[in-house]
């Protein structure tokens, strides 16, 4: 079992920047690609971000190219989300997932374990 806690969401207005956080623990972090995915209301939850287990490898979803970057600190069982100008469409909870898999995936079905998630509301 992984068990994952994300912190760092909150209300912040257009433009602004924010940094999710997500500690691991249970099992070795190092082995899991980390993923961040987002659930607005009344939409499905949608992939936003992904690193690989060592940190070498990432892919975004287009919406966020430029803007998010996506980190890891296998030292500290932490995956990051850098979040920079901030858009009103941003808003949704933000989940962070881990995966054992080898290869990168962007389906939430591939992710084995997640956490409760983080709101983040971006007002305009």
């Known amino acids: 079992q992984v068990q994952l806690v994300e912190s760092g969401g909150g209300l912040v207005q257009a433009g602004d920047s924010l940094r999710l956080s997500c500690v691991a623990s249970g099992q070795t972090f190092s082995r899991f690609n980390m993923g961040w995915f987002r659930q607005a209301p009344g939409k499905e939850r949608e992939f936003v971000a992904v690193i690989g287990w060592s940190g070498g490898s990432t892919r975004y979803t287009d919406s966020v190219k430029g803007r998010f970057t996506i980190a890891r600190d296998n030292a500290k069982n932490t995956v990051y989300l850098q979040m920079n100008g901030l858009k009103p469409e941003d808003t949704a909870v933000y989940y962070c997932?881990?995966?054992?898999?080898?290869?990168?995936?962007?389906?939430?079905?591939?992710?084995?374990?997640w956490g409760q998630g983080t709101q983040v509301t971006v007002s305009s």
């Open positions: 997932a881990a995966d054992r898999s080898r290869l990168l995936f962007v389906t939430k079905d591939h992710y084995d374990y």
